[in-house]
């Protein structure tokens, strides 16, 4: 079964006091751009590469800094199988020390994983520093709150004149992303992608993208309908705002194979399945959803009410596989 990993990188840009120390960073790096810029490598390298899916529960532009209890929140609902908070340390004030710290949360089986993964960066960073507790127990929200295995990395000192050089680098995170997905495969014995393509990252229309032309009665629902596709992503991906109207030998794009994974996030107000599934344009039939449920890992799928909430936060997450 495909595996759900969260990934967290710690706070936001504007987080006060989180950044680099400007006698040795006078640019003072901002403590969110480094966690992010290796989750966003992290996420990229295992959706490529992996078969599995990737929640980011922080806000990845890095405008807000998402409060702990809901990246919590988010990961508990969707019962992640993993969960990992990227953060850079501080607090040797200038010093020459440092080094990596892998935190967990009061028990043996996850001091043993804090400690693979203390192993696997280190494999690939070499930043080993002179913590004397390379790995350690912490009572921090992320990890004492959520219902999986969570770990939170601390990879490298922003005030230390023999770290901050090097994790200001992209070449250390790189190598610390390669070392987190080294880590996470093994745990989670994820599986390599069937083929591995080079598909776009981004899903917007392209000169030669997939289209299909509007013919004439065609409305984006029927159009949905007709090639198995949500019609608000064929609204989404072409700029189309209500009231939809068409036009015959119009040219729409369609989701290419690589967008197509998941139903788009559901941002409205249902609060049920079926009506969150109807109101994008997916059957909410019974049977439907058992081959919805069936694509996301949901065996024995009799619509109860825990079954269908699960799925609909998997919807609301951006989540929920396609049939
Ligand atoms: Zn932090």
Redesign the pocket.
């Known amino acids: 079964m495909s595996r759900i990993i969260a990934i967290d990188a ?2 936001g840009m504007g987080t006060f006091g ?1 950044r680099c120390l400007k006698s040795i960073d006078p640019a003072q790096t901002r ?1 969110w751009y480094l ?1 992010d810029r290796i989750a966003d490598l992290v996420e990229a390298d295992l959706k490529k590469h992996y078969d599995c899916t990737v929640m980011r529960v922080d806000d990845t532009t890095g405008a807000k800094d998402i409060s702990l209890s809901a990246r919590v929140k988010a990961a508990n609902n969707v019962k992640v199988d993993f969960y990992l908070s990227i ?4 607090g040797i004030n200038g010093g020459a020390g440092g080094g990596t710290v892998v935190f967990y949360y009061n028990d043996a089986e996850m001091r043993a994983k804090a400690q693979r993964l203390y192993n696997a960066v280190i494999a690939r960073t070499g930043l080993v520093g002179n913590r004397s507790s390379k790995v350690a127990v912490g009572d921090l929200y992320v990890i004492r709150y959520t219902t999986m295995p969570a770990l939170l990395l ?1 990879n490298g000192f922003m005030d230390s004149t023999h770290d901050t050089p090097i994790l200001l680098t992209a070449a250390h995170a790189q190598k610390t992303a390669q070392g987190i997905v080294d880590f996470l495969v093994k745990e989670l014995g994820l599986s390599k992608n069937e083929s591995v393509q080079d598909t776009p990252a981004s899903d917007k229309p392209q000169e030669n993208g997939p289209y299909i032309t509007v013919n004439k009665g065609d409305t984006l629902s029927r159009i949905g309908k007709r090639i198995g596709v949500a019609w608000k992503d064929i609204a989404d991906l072409n700029g189309l705002v209500s009231p939809y109207t068409l036009h015959v030998g119009q040219k729409l794009y369609i989701p290419s194979k690589a967008s197509m994974q998941y139903y788009p996030a559901y941002t409205g107000k249902k609060t049920t399945l079926a009506a969150a599934l109807t109101s994008i344009g997916v059957s909410s039939s019974y049977s439907f959803r058992v081959k919805i449920a069936k694509a996301n890992g949901i065996t024995g799928y009799l619509g109860t009410a825990a079954q269908n909430t699960r799925m609909y936060n998997l919807l609301v997450a951006g989540l929920l596989k396609r049939v």
């Open positions: 710690g706070h989180k403590e966690n953060h850079h340390n501080a601390e």
